[in-house]
């Protein structure tokens, strides 16, 4: 994840979001139910911000697919570096499974704001929607981890391994300028699950996304 403000002006001229997927493996043999998911399948679940460019800036694979996204995000690094100011500037798009922060604007229905925060690639939602797409790719490039091509056999520690490893393996093939898959399809996130809404307690980012809408769009 950049910090450094050159670093971050590059980013922000595209964008940068956050979303999550979960990767398929097989049932441990300890705290099994931990890693059930809401679709009643054993998983890691892979929270991950990208660029513009499909690129990841920042992976966590290490949660248990049971845990709940919010939980895992407040617990990140990345949030940490927004929470202390070590990244002062700009904002992080996500859905509403998230919560809304200073730093962090999910989506809400207000058109003028769904329409000014085109950037570069669409409304909010469709902007943010291209993290699906790059764990899509991802996938797309790395079948072991797409659950529709079956399940990581190995143990929960090895499978995190595994999702950081292609990770970074999909990044060298961006930075290379690697063809994409050609059965694409747009590439549709197979793990990729719908979280409920978040419902804690409201926050200072509730007021600054109202100042957003009302001062700007």
């Known amino acids: 994840m950049p910090t450094y403000s050159v670093s971050l002006e590059i980013v922000k001229r595209g964008f940068y979001a956050v979303d999550g997927t979960h990767a398929r493996i097989k049932s441990p043999s300890e705290d099994e139910h931990i890693f ?3 679709k009643n399948f054993h998983s ?3 929270p991950g911000v990208c660029d513009s460019y499909l690129k990841f800036l920042k992976i966590v694979s290490q949660w248990p697919g049971a845990t709940h996204d919010a939980f895992i995000w407040s617990n990140s690094t990345v949030c940490e570096l927004f929470e202390i100011r070590t990244i ?9 499974g998230y919560p809304v922060r200073p730093w962090l604007l999910t989506h809400r229905s207000e058109s003028h704001y769904q329409k000014a925060t085109k950037l570069q690639r ?3 939602m469709r902007t943010r929607n291209v993290v ?3 764990f899509g790719v991802l996938k797309a490039r790395f079948r072991c981890i797409n659950t529709s091509a079956g399940t990581l056999l190995y143990s929960a520690l090895m499978c995190c391994r595994i999702v950081v490893a292609v990770a970074v393996f999909h990044n060298l093939c961006i930075d290379n300028r690697m063809p994409l898959p050609p059965d694409r399809n747009d590439f549709p996130d197979h793990g990729h699950i719908a979280g409920p809404a978040y419902n804690g307690p409201l926050n200072d980012g509730a007021h600054v996304r109202e100042r957003l809408i009302n001062g700007r769009f």
Request: hydrophobic content about 30%; charged content about 25%; overall charge negative.
């Open 36 to 38: 059930v998911n809401r």
């Open 44 to 46: 890691i679940n892979v």
């Open 88 to 96: 002062s500037d700009g904002w992080l798009l996500g859905d509403s």
């Open 122 to 124: 669409g409304t909010h």
């Open 132 to 134: 699906e797409r790059s």
